[in-house]
């Protein structure tokens, strides 16, 4: 059976958005059970969007900006298609700026650009109270003795032992740009640090308190226990729980959002203090505090590896991208700060990937220059 695959494309986006005829589900049908390629490209729709995130973020796509966005890009299609069908796929197209590769777009010859430059070396590792800094594997499992500690890493996770008599013994945990991780530190809480992040913490909790340090972006899981409250410490606000879940982003001192997803917290900076309710976040910025609610979805959705973003400033996404991929970004014509876009970066996946698939959708061009990257 031939097929038109430019059209089946189109089709492909309507059959997973649901809004596809019964005829034309029929002829789409057909041609995922006879054509290998359409079936690949059904595979990887599918694997993108067919899922429980991906229907979620299809809801809130705004299809005409979608298309406005997508249009100027297009060269002229066969009159098969429908402007209907490519408004769809336009805006579908924005969801899956992740995804691993401009396949959608391949009919068209569009330059992917320069190769990406490579990562820095990742430097995952935990500093001593000594001042000894120990390596750490993302992926390898091993045991490490490390003066009076004893380290278990498993995959992206560190445990670790100390003895009871321990005082006054801190160490650092830090994780570099593309990378995140997780510890369970001596109570049992559990931390989950971003890329480019760090948590200074004891080896074990003594006295009134079980305090720690955040630099970065962190979700915490903490053990229950009433007599010793835990307190972290970011940039210039304190949050202190006595056992609950919560996400504080703190890469600048002066800009920390805390956001509550179980449990209460009372964010403090001196003597301000501000308790959350679940699904909400305080925001604090120019020395004040704001309380507004939050998405769960899009908040954590770094602990997947991936930032998801709806309306987004390419300003922030630019931030976002340089924190993960250890890049400096600069626009080259600052008015493009200010433009907005939807879609998801995926920190597995190469820089490069995102960066042409922007292109695509909206005409934002790049390039490296040294090692910095550019945006016009």
């Known amino acids: 059976m031939e097929v038109n695959r430019e059209h089946i494309r189109a089709l492909l986006f309507e059959k997973i958005t649901g809004s596809i005829s019964e005829e034309d589900d029929r002829l789409v049908t057909a041609a995922i059970e006879s054509d290998a390629a359409v079936a690949a490209m059904w595979h990887n729709i599918r694997q993108e969007l067919d899922n429980d995130k991906g229907r979620r973020f299809i809801a809130g796509i705004d299809e005409t900006r979608g298309w406005n966005n ?50 820095a070396k990742n430097t995952l590792q935990l500093r001593l109270s000594d001042g000894k800094d120990i390596p750490l594997s993302s992926s390898a499992s091993n045991t490490i003795t490390a003066g009076s500690m004893k380290l278990v890493t498993n995959g992206n996770s560190l445990t670790y032992t100390a003895p ?121 910025e120019d020395g004040k505090f704001t309380t507004t609610s939050f998405d769960t979805y899009n908040t954590l959705s770094w602990m997947d590896g991936t930032t998801h973003f709806r309306d987004e400033k390419l300003s922030s996404i630019a931030v976002i991208i340089s924190r993960w991929f250890e890049v400096p970004v600069i626009f080259d014509n600052p008015a493009l700060a200010n433009e907005t876009l939807s879609g998801a970066i995926d920190k597995r996946k190469p820089l490069d990937v995102f960066l042409t698939n922007i292109a695509i959708s909206s005409g934002v061009q790049y390039y490296y220059k040294g090692n910095v990257l550019h945006l016009k």
């Open 70 to 119: 997508v249009k100027p890009q297009l060269q002229p299609r066969s009159k098969i298609f429908s402007l209907q069908k490519w408004r769809m796929a336009a805006a579908v197209a924005l969801l899956i700026i992740a995804a691993g590769g401009a396949w959608y777009f391949s009919g068209r010859n569009i330059s992917p650009g320069p190769p990406a430059l490579p990562l």
């Open 164 to 284: 009871e008599n321990t005082t006054d013994e801190w160490a650092t945990l830090m994780v570099p740009g593309k990378l995140d991780y997780k510890i369970v530190l001596k109570d049992g809480t559990e931390v989950w640090l971003n890329s480019l992040s760090s948590l200074r913490f004891p080896y074990a909790f003594r006295g009134s308190n079980r305090e720690v340090y955040l630099s970065g972006e962190a979700y915490f899981k903490v053990a229950k226990n009433e007599h010793q409250p835990f307190i972290v410490h970011a940039g210039e606000t304190t949050v202190e729980v006595l056992g609950t879940s919560f996400n504080i982003q703190a890469y600048e001192p002066g800009n920390v959002i805390t956001s509550l997803v179980e449990g209460a917290v009372v964010s403090s900076r001196k003597d301000v203090k501000v308790k959350l309710s679940p699904g909400y976040q305080s925001v604090y």
